[in-house]
């Protein structure tokens, strides 16, 4: 099945068609830049004209960077604070008259990598981070996804992890490869202290430079590379879309709609 999946950021709105049983994008990515000021009628528009450049009628799935409940959003990271309590898939809809499946960013690309990369075939415990302007998680038990978990906001020396470790950090305070490992490392340690994972799977787009860093690691975790990389928001939230609409096996269990492995 084929569904249009979109990843929204707090810099840039990405999407493609997807094919949902390989997990490949059918077409090249298509970005817009977030607008400035990131509110919920501006992203909207944007997300709008998303699905009409590709003229797209079919089911649309979205990973935002929001804890998301029943498609309202109930956090707003790296967007306006405005998006809180407003029903995000509700708002997607109307604008673009297609059916949206909207979940959190994180959750989307944890879910690609489970289905189709690194975490493919994994039971036990799993943990996908993607390292970029934030951090974000997804964990999975079994193949089941845990939503809406967000412990990039976890406080390490009273403050908050992703402020000190997200790739964003590094690229803002000039840190060597080196100093950030160390920070990496940091989190990582307190990471396994509260989750136990069978492994931790890294993300975002620092991923593609994981031969930099990876190997600094000195943390006793079993540690992979992502596998989809910048492609994993916009092909989880194509297979989520494509669950959705009961035409396709299920993904992965997690919030609305439920969706399994």
């Not at 990582?188 to 031969?211: C, M, N, Q, T, W």
């Amino acid at each position: 099945m084929e569904a249009l999946g979109i990843d929204i950021g707090g810099t840039g709105i990405k999407g493609a068609p997807v094919d949902t049983t390989t997990g490949a994008l059918l077409t090249e990515r298509f970005r817009l830049r977030t607008p400035q000021p990131a509110t919920p009628e501006a992203m909207t528009q944007t997300v709008a004209k998303v699905v009409e450049h590709f003229n797209w009628q079919g089911p649309v799935g979205a990973g935002f960077p929001a804890i998301i409940k029943h498609g309202e959003a109930h956090s707003a990271a790296n967007i306006d604070p405005s998006w809180i309590g407003r029903n995000v898939r509700s708002m997607f809809e109307d604008a673009s008259g297609t059916t949206f499946t909207v979940l959190n960013d994180a959750d989307v690309a944890g879910m690609a990598e489970m289905r189709f990369g690194a975490g493919r075939g994994r039971s036990g415990v799993v943990l996908v981070l993607t390292l970029g302007t934030g951090i974000g998680t997804a964990l999975f038990t079994d193949g089941h996804l845990v939503p809406n978990t967000e412990f990039g906001h976890i406080e390490i020396d009273g403050k908050l992890a992703e402020s000190r470790a997200a790739d964003s950090a590094r690229e803002r305070e000039e840190l060597s490869w080196k100093k950030w490992a160390r920070r990496l490392d940091r989190y990582l340690d307190r990471l396994a202290f509260y989750l136990s994972p069978e492994l931790i799977i890294i993300g975002g787009g620092v991923s593609k430079k994981h031969d930099k860093f990876l190997p600094l690691l000195e943390v006793d975790l079993e540690i992979e590379p992502a596998q989809l990389r910048n492609e994993a928001g916009i092909v989880g939230a194509a297979a989520a879309a494509a669950a959705s609409t009961g035409q396709e096996r299920p993904t992965v269990v997690g919030a609305a709609p439920e969706l399994q492995v």
